[in-house]
């Protein structure tokens, strides 16, 4: 299991094992993961934590252009992620969302207006159809947590400052008969909080 509260299992692959098939297999654009059945390897020791950082045996990857070559790789089956090759499956642990939002652009205004964001590993995508936003609250707090998707069914928690911004941007708008404060992106309007919970 790939999730945080069992313990991991111990395989064969190591990281640079994965990071050289990734390299491998992705020289010619973005890896088609979703394409790939290779057999399921085990666990390794890798978490991405909540703010976007990436672990291995525990400590912090610090160079950027090798979380780029593992996100790019990474694939989320049911409610588990896995580092995906050619010929590997691994399983890791993902306390939150694999990427975090760490800046967005906006152009336009209305439903015209284009909300693209920036992950911490620089992928790009533009909210719409494709790629909602999605805000879930805490239980206990009530606390939004703001979501975007980022490609296939990998989604980016969007990082406080720029929920603040996003915020800024944001109007009321009836939706099934209830008014909602949201967002307009390419066309679609993403509910953020009922309106009355603004007042």
Not at 27 to 33: A, E, L, M, T
Not at 128 to 145: H, K, L, M, Q, S
Request: hydrophobic share 40%; net charge negative; glycine share 10%.
């Amino acid at each position: 299991m790939t999730n945080s509260t069992e313990p991991q299992k111990t395989v064969n692959p190591t990281a640079d094992g994965i990071a050289a098939a990734a390299q491998k297999a992705g020289k010619k654009g973005p890896p088609p993961v979703h394409l790939w059945n290779p057999p399921f390897c085990g666990d390794l020791d890798m978490r991405i934590a909540r703010d976007g950082t990436w672990f291995y045996l525990g400590t912090p990857i610090g160079r950027k252009p090798l979380v780029k070559l593992f996100s790019s790789i990474i694939r989320k089956d049911g409610d588990d992620y896995f580092l995906v090759t050619p010929v590997e499956k691994v399983g890791i642990i993902v306390d939150d969302a694999p990427f975090v939002a760490v800046d967005f652009d906006a152009s336009g205004t209305g439903p015209a207006q284009v909300l693209t964001f920036t992950t911490q590993v620089d992928d790009v995508a533009a909210a719409g159809p494709d790629n909602p936003i999605r805000v879930e609250r805490d239980g206990e707090t009530g606390e939004p947590a703001p979501y975007v998707l980022i490609r296939s069914n990998l989604e980016a928690l969007i990082d406080r400052k720029s929920f603040y911004r996003l915020i800024d941007l944001g109007v009321h708008r009836k939706v099934d008969g209830e008014s909602w404060f949201g967002l307009w992106s390419s066309g679609v309007f993403f509910p953020v909080i009922p309106s009355d919970e603004l007042e």
